[in-house]
């Protein structure tokens, strides 16, 4: 069975730094699609990002993008030049493209931005 | 924007009462899920369910558990018989086809068996 792991409980960053949250994962799969999500204080979870396996080029999406490394299955996520709106809890989420529809998660990251 | 929609935000019922959690999903979305978060934990899926029946379902989705979509907008999820660890926030999401990636999540219900 798959697993997502997200070390760092807790992350704070001054408003307009860089901050990257920590996600690594283990399968045996090789087709498989990674996301992060973020779920506000009291908000639904949003999609954030998210990454093809099969793709060798880190996703972007305007201040925030990815470091993919398949070999470590490590997926990174970096938010540069944090807004006092970022603030949230950020999850790791995994699935398969080949066998069943649903997520698996990691524990979550709560992220502080400092003004 | 269309959005994911649950109700109620928050419910408590007493131990061993049946509770239904309703979702309104995104009106051209074809599959459905509920996920759970036990408070402190991570987010888990239950079920997953497309053309009126379950596609997948997780260790946890017991026969306690069962999901149904009884008109063309709602999705529900019926606990028969809540026990004090059915406690916990309820998700629901949908996603438009099999091959898209995205689920769209709602706010949740915060389920609180007493």
């Known amino acids: 069975a798959q697993t997502v792991t997200q070390s760092q409980p807790e992350m704070s960053v001054q408003e307009a730094e860089t901050v990257t949250l920590s996600c690594t994962y283990d399968?045996?799969?090789?087709?498989?699609?990674l996301f992060w999500y973020k779920q506000p204080p009291s908000r639904q979870m949003i999609l954030v990002i998210r990454?093809?396996?099969?793709?060798?080029q880190n996703a972007t999406e305007n201040r925030f993008s990815v470091n993919f490394q398949k070999a470590a299955k490590s997926f990174s996520l970096k938010i540069s030049d944090s807004q006092l709106g970022d603030a949230a809890m950020y999850f790791c989420a995994y699935r398969s493209a080949t066998s069943g529809q649903n997520f698996v998660f990691g524990p979550g990251t709560r992220l502080s931005v400092l003004p | 924007e269309p959005e994911v929609t649950q109700t109620p935000s928050h419910q408590v019922t007493q131990m061993g009462q049946e509770v239904i959690l309703r979702c309104v999903p995104i009106s051209n979305h074809l599959y459905f899920y509920w996920y759970r978060q036990i408070l402190g934990q991570k987010v888990e899926f239950l079920v997953s369910?497309?053309?009126?029946?379950?596609?997948?379902k997780s260790e946890i989705f017991d026969d306690q558990f069962s999901v149904e979509r009884p008109d063309g907008s709602n999705f529900t999820l019926k606990i028969r018989s809540t026990k004090l660890e059915d406690s916990a926030m309820y998700f629901c999401?949908?996603?438009?086809?099999?091959?898209?990636?995205?689920?769209?999540f709602g706010p949740g219900t915060r389920l609180t068996v007493l």
């Open positions: 999401a949908s996603s438009e086809r099999y091959s898209t990636h995205e689920q769209f």
């Open positions: 990454q093809e396996a099969y793709k060798q």
């Open positions: 369910f497309y053309n009126n029946e379950i596609s997948e």
């Open positions: 399968t045996s799969e090789s087709d498989y699609y």
